[in-house]
T-cell receptor
């Protein structure tokens, strides 16, 4: 069966600091992978998706970037965090038709 | 413009009643429809998927799809306090993106 991991689970970072969130998927190969952000009390905002190694589509041109160095690894990064980057970051993978989410990383920028 | 709309609620129902959650979408070309349940502080969990017009039942959950009217609904029979959560509707059109509504908050009152 497929499993999706995210770490860290929680993170508190000061404004201006860098960020690296990691997502890995087990039990499947060449999955479509997604990064979403959910601000407090808000809906899901698609940030990036990837259909393969090195292939990244950006939906939100902000201070975030994504990379896919390996087939089942998806990384979300920032060089300098803003207060507005606080939120619940969710990685997801796409099965045959549906999408499954990882446990998420709760980021607080102070 | 692809949009998915849900009534944000909150929706309150007594224990044992039927909860009815509704979702409308903007483009008739959509192919796949999903309902996710999200407990407070947790990631979304897929509970139902539906791809063709009509009803699909899974235990206490029934998804209903009407493509002509561009709506999809979720019925929860014999509602339990453990059903209290936010329910997200998602629609997938052609391509790799899933579009989410902002969610409906459901409270089941014991």
């Amino acid at each position: 069966s497929q499993t999706i991991h995210q770490w860290p689970a929680t993170l508190v970072q000061p404004v201006g600091s860098p960020l690296s969130l990691e997502c890995t998927v087990e039990g499947t190969s060449n999955p479509n992978l997604y990064w979403y952000r959910q601000a407090a009390g808000r809906g899901l905002q698609l940030l990036f998706y990837s259909v393969g190694i090195g292939q990244i589509s950006s939906e939100v041109p902000q201070n975030l970037s994504a990379s896919r160095p390996q087939d089942r690894q998806f990384i979300l990064s920032s060089k300098k965090l803003l207060l507005s980057d606080s939120g619940f970051y969710l990685c997801a993978w796409r099965g045959a038709y549906e999408q499954y989410f990882g446990p998420g990383t709760r980021l607080t920028v102070t | 413009q692809k949009e998915v709309e849900q009534n944000s609620g909150p929706l309150s129902v007594p224990e044992g009643a039927i909860a009815s959650l509704n979702c409308t979408y903007s483009d008739r070309g959509s192919q796949s429809f999903f309902w996710y349940r999200q407990y407070s502080g947790k990631s979304p969990e897929l509970i139902m998927s539906i791809y063709s017009n009509g009803d699909k039942e899974d235990g206490r959950f029934t998804a209903q799809l009407n493509k002509a009217s561009q709506y999809v609904s979720l019925l929860i029979r014999d509602s339990q306090p453990s059903d209290s959560a936010t329910y997200l509707c998602a629609v997938k059109w052609d391509g790799n993106q899933f579009y989410f509504g902002t969610g409906t908050s459901l409270t089941v009152i014991p």
